[in-house]
């Protein structure tokens, strides 16, 4: 069975959240606290999928490899949660229909989120 390199998703995540929210690669120097709530919500989710389908099933929806991402569940993660027209939803063709459906449920109960400390000279952003 295949394993979650935990830190390979929350980079995922990031990446996502860095490309939606800035539209460039300027903002991808994310503060620590910024990291950390990313961490903290990405193993959260983690959790509330194994929980949904089991470890096997779970670890499997997770692990789908993404175009340009290691992960693609990350990716869905950030977008589905936050309203971004786009998540698991609309991509049954990966997860199947049922649990694009549970997988965007638990996003929805997770709540909309937009955090993202940036540094740097250029960009100096904080969403909440």
């Given at each position: 069975m295949k394993t979650i390199d935990i830190e390979q998703f929350v980079n995922d995540y990031l990446t996502t959240a860095s490309w939606v929210e800035c539209d460039s690669d300027e903002c991808t120097d994310f503060t620590k606290?910024?990291?950390q709530d990313a961490k903290e919500d990405c193993l959260k989710f983690i959790d509330l999928v194994i929980s949904a389908f089991g470890k096997e099933k779970g670890t499997e929806l997770l692990t789908i490899e993404g175009n340009d991402l290691c992960y693609l569940a990350p990716h869905d993660f950030y977008l589905t949660r936050n309203?971004?027209?786009s998540?698991?939803?609309?991509k049954p063709e990966y997860y199947g229909i049922e649990a694009s459906e549970v997988l965007s449920d638990i996003c929805k109960d997770m709540k909309e989120t937009n955090v993202c400390h940036v540094r740097g000279k250029k960009s100096k952003l904080t969403f909440y």
């Open positions: 606290q910024a990291k309203g971004h027209g998540g698991f939803w609309d």
